[in-house]
Nanobody, 124 residues
Framework: QVQLVESGGGLVQAGGSLKLSCAAS????????LAWFRQASGKEREFVAG????????RYADSVRGRFTISRHTADNTVYLQMNSLKPEDTAAYYC?????????????????WGQGTQVTVSS
């Protein structure tokens, strides 16, 4: 089992930045892919960014490419999501998720381990 704990959410003005963290523990050797998803109120969960655990190959949603960066600190198995130039439409609960298969996916159903989420609110 893999445990994921997100942190770093908060309230920020449009144009500002936040850095989210996802601390992975447990059987981290089973992680093939880790991703960030978000879910706005009344909307479906959507893919934000993902990376292959072993070699840090990344993928981004079109809506965040160039503004968000996913990265990993290997020493403590923490994955970050640096979010710059935030917009009100980025407001959502952000979740990190892990899957054993080493294959990037935008589909939430492909991920079996989830954190509890952290709220990001961007004011206009």
């Amino acid at each position: 089992q893999v445990q994921l704990v997100e942190s770093g959410g908060g309230l920020v003005q449009a144009g500002g930045s936040l850095k989210l963290s996802c601390a992975a523990s447990g059987r981290t050797g089973n992680i093939g892919t880790l991703a960030w998803f978000r879910q706005a109120s009344g909307k479906e969960r959507e893919f934000v960014a993902g990376m292959l655990w072993s070699d840090s190959i990344t993928r981004y949603a079109d809506s965040v490419r160039g503004r968000f960066t996913i990265s990993r600190h290997t020493a403590d198995n923490t994955v970050y999501l640096q979010m710059n130039s935030l917009k009100p439409e980025d407001t959502a609960a952000y979740y990190c998720a892990a899957r054993r298969l080493r294959m990037l996916s935008r589909n939430a159903a492909d991920f079996g381990s989830w954190g509890q989420g952290t709220q990001v609110t961007v004011s206009s």
